[in-house]
């Protein structure tokens, strides 16, 4: 690798950068101990009890671990999506007693004790919610990764509407009440983006929704 005992010649580096890659390519390094992902274990695991859909779950995390990630990886609903993992795209969007969260943003931990629906626990194949129906009739997706973070947030948004809470738009308590518009319903359901652009669509569907039409 050497021309001298001191100088490093550039055959040498690029050398060692073959191998390198190789190894990599091999997996050979990625099972070396040093580059392993550290485990609940090896970073501490904590003993979480997580209500998902209304069972209770008793869990050993990493304390960092986010509540999408708990969801996904640990019990294994998959059905909330994991995006841009910054909570700007809604995708990982589930109910925490009731009210719309980004999952992504939430630590596993910090929900003990806290009621979380999950699209899962939304409805079935056999008894769909209203909203899950609403989609199918108004084909309200293209590609469906951002459906299960739609439905969700459109769920808890109507919730929202029901209550009077007002939108960012306006602060018309009466006008909240009626059945929500299309511009407000797209102004309420702004921080759930879907990149195959079925808005629309998704707008007829909570539409219907919150006007009690889900036959």
Known sequence: ???????????????????????????????????????????????????????RHQLSLDPRTTLLDALRDHLHLTGSKKGCDHGQCGTCTVLINGVRKNSCLSLAIMRTGDEITTIEGLGTPENLHPLQAAFI????????????????????????????????????????????????????????????????????AIRDVSEGHTG
């Not at 997996?27 to 997580?50: F, I, K, N, Y």
């Not at 738009?169 to 879907?194: F, V, W, Y």
Request: aromatic share 2%.
């Open 137 to 204: 009739k108004h084909d309200g997706f293209q590609c469906g990764f951002c459906t299960p973070g739609q439905i969700c947030s459109a769920a808890g948004m109507i919730a929202e509407a029901k209550k009077g809470m007002p939108s960012a738009a306006t602060e018309d308590l009466s006008a909240q009440q009626a059945a929500l518009g299309p511009a407000e319903i797209r102004e309420r359901m702004s921080g759930n983006i879907c990149r195959c652009a079925a808005y629309p669509n998704i707008v007829a």
């Open 1 to 55: 690798m050497t021309d001298s005992k001191n100088q490093v010649t550039r055959r040498g580096v690029l050398g060692t950068g073959a191998a390198l890659t190789a190894l990599a390519g091999t997996g050979v390094l990625a099972r070396t101990p040093a580059m392993a992902a550290p485990s609940a274990a090896t970073a501490g695991g904590l003993p979480v009890d997580l209500i998902v859909n209304g069972t």
